[in-house]
């Protein structure tokens, strides 16, 4: 059997997907890029925004019909509007078999055995004390040389335009103990990169009694043999401890890369938002990280038009793109989410007003952006070699330790070997958009 799966919003849900076809493997369904020849669809979705959640009644649009010619098909949906909708969404969408929620994530091939027996669709969305499926290791890709890593799941910040807290229920931390058998496989696997994932990871451990801090756990996962270098995605500005700081100086495989989410340059917008932060101890918090990393690369995500956003209030965060310096940024326009509390709010912003705001944000960036790139040319960067480049023949494409995409042509006695996971010195020659151009160095 066959299965296919479609997967939208962040990489949260790109590792639970990579999870799901691991579960299916076992079952003896061998994933297929092609919707029309599966016997199992599921779409994995995202509730983020507006924007993604629609994709996912447009997707049902298209796949729901292939039931006339494969009645056998079954069709599944998870990940975060599953959980919003629960079981309403079977009701909303004939045609459709399961809605299993983000805690369901394991019990998925039963629920789809038993929606084969009964021929009856079947819904599933209660939130575990512990996620199911957490524990779940997908094999790693034989070709990849990083891997994600899930350390935690939930958040309870309840940002006041967030539905993350809501699709995703209370933060829950994994024992460090089973996060570190994970890297430990991955390492024997040929892994060489990890990035830790969790909504919001350096409250790590914090409500977990006997748990050790989220800077702790990257020592541990610094002594794993095999691994190169350590990433992690999200932190919260409000949590950025000390401790956390100091841990990039003093450990050499930390990456100096950092999403910091800043969401808005203004403390008026701040407080709304309730993201517990001013936009000066945001600041202090990147002088600090500079401090120990002069040349740490920080990328934000931003929020345009949240109510009540004054043309003012939009200029102090064009100002912080300014004085911090981001090479990217992901920016969206403020998107009601039901059940928030930002959605009660008053002075909702126009959609043309958030749509200029996000172009003029969007344009300052570029150019920012562009500057930054710019400046590495010339420099010498350690480049860990993730597979051939897309652009051609010969040319081999990886990542600084800052993050950045380089792209360098193969020195001629390693042209037709498989480099990736090796690291190269590569002096920087070319800026592009979005990506360097690179010479290997003796
Ligand atoms: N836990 C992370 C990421 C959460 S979701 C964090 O705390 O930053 C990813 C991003 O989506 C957020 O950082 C925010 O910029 C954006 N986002 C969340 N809700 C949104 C909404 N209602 N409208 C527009 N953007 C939103
Ligand atoms: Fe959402 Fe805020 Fe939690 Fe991030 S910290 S997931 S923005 S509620
Ligand atoms: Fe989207 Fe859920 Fe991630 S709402 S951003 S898929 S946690």
């Given at each position: 059997m066959k299965v296919y799966i479609e997967t939208y919003g962040c990489q949260m849900n790109v590792s639970d997907s990579g999870k799901i076809v691991h579960l299916f493997a076992n079952q003896d369904y061998q994933p297929t890029s092609d919707s029309r020849s599966a016997d199992l669809i599921i779409i994995n979705t995202c509730s983020v925004r507006e924007k993604p959640e629609l994709k996912l009644f447009s997707a049902l649009g298209r796949y729901i019909p292939l039931k006339r010619q494969r009645p056998e098909l079954v069709i599944a949906v998870g990940g975060c509007v599953a959980q919003q909708w629960g079981k309403k969404l079977l009701e909303r969408c004939p045609g459709l078999d399961i809605v299993f929620g983000t805690h369901q994530l394991d019990s998925l091939p039963q629920l789809v055995a038993g929606v084969r027996r009964s021929q009856k669709p079947a819904s599933s969305t209660d939130f575990l004390a512990c996620p199911g499926g957490l524990e779940v290791m997908a094999r790693p890709d034989p070709k990849a040389v990083n891997a994600m890593v899930t350390i935690m799941q939930g958040c309870?910040?309840?940002?006041?335009?967030?539905?993350v807290p809501y699709v995703r229920g209370r933060e829950y931390s994994r024992p460090s103990s089973a996060i570190i058998e994970e890297v430990r496989k991955l390492a024997e696997a040929g892994i060489k990169e990890v990035m830790l994932l969790g909504q919001?990871?350096?409250?790590?451990?914090?409500?977990?009694?006997?748990e050790i801090s989220f800077a702790e756990l990257l020592g541990m996962v610094h002594e794993v043999e095999g691994i190169e270098r350590i990433r992690f995605t999200t932190s919260h500005p409000k949590d950025m401890s000390d401790e956390l700081i100091s841990a990039f100086a003093t450990l050499?495989?930390?990456?100096?890369?950092l999403h910091l989410p800043l969401q808005a340059g203004s403390d008026a917008v701040l407080k709304r938002m309730g993201r517990g932060y001013t936009a000066a101890v945001y600041l202090e918090n990147v002088e600090k990280l500079r401090q120990v990393m002069p040349d740490v690369a920080l990328t934000t995500d931003i929020i345009v038009?949240?109510?009540?956003?004054?043309e003012a209030d939009f200029q102090q965060t064009l100002m912080m793109l300014e004085k911090v310096g981001y090479d990217q940024i992901y920016s969206f326009k403020y998107s009601a989410r039901p059940g928030t509390r930002a959605a009660d709010y008053e002075d909702m912003i126009p959609d043309e007003e958030k749509r200029d705001r996000l172009a003029r944000c969007q344009a300052l960036q570029n150019k920012i952006s562009q500057t930054l790139l710019l400046a590495q040319v010339g420099k010498v960067s350690e480049v860990l070699v993730t597979g051939p480049s897309k652009r051609g023949e010969g040319e081999w494409s990886g990542r600084t330790p800052e993050s950045r995409i380089v792209n360098f042509p193969a020195p001629v006695s390693i042209?037709?070997?498989?480099?990736?996971g090796d690291i190269y010195r590569v002096k920087i020659v070319e800026a592009f958009k979005h990506s360097l151009k690179g010479e290997v160095v003796a």
């Open positions: 309870d910040n309840f940002c006041s335009y967030c539905i919001n990871v350096n409250s790590y451990g914090l409500k977990a009694p006997g050499p495989k930390l990456c100096p890369s038009g949240f109510p009540g956003e004054s042209s037709t070997k498989v480099v990736a």
